[in-house]
């Protein structure tokens, strides 16, 4: 039999340990998710990495007032459904709290 993992599987293999490793040795882990497509393919990992469990990351989205509302229709989707806990944290918002210039 071959035991070789493709290029492919490997990465996504190595990944899911790292994820793994984060979820242990940190108290309280967070995955920026911008929407993106990379951000997409981390939440992906992460579900995978700890499914049938809940993700052990709240994710993050530091809305910048400058998303397509496709792109936030489905962050919100895909939160409902993998379960995930959702932060959202706003630029325009702190602009107006005076924490930003």
């Given amino acids: 039999m ?3 993992l493709s290029h492919i599987k490997e990465l996504e293999s190595e990944s899911i340990f790292v994820l ?5 040795q940190f108290e309280r882990p967070v995955l920026m998710f911008s929407g993106g497509k990379d951000s997409i393919l981390m ?6 990495a700890f499914y049938p469990a809940k993700m052990p990351f709240v994710l ?8 397509f ?29 005076g924490k930003v210039t």
């Avoid at 993050?60 to 998303?67: I, K, P, S």
């Fill in 69 to 97: 509302p496709e792109t936030l229709e489905y962050r919100d989707k895909l939160v409902a459904k993998i379960g995930a806990r959702l932060i959202v944290g706003s630029v325009e918002a702190a602009i107006a709290a």
């Fill in 20 to 24: 793994r490793e984060v979820a242990a």
């Fill in 43 to 48: 939440v992906h990992l992460a579900y995978k």
């Fill in 60 to 67: 993050l989205h530091v809305d910048t007032g400058h998303n």
């Fill in 2 to 4: 071959n035991y070789q």
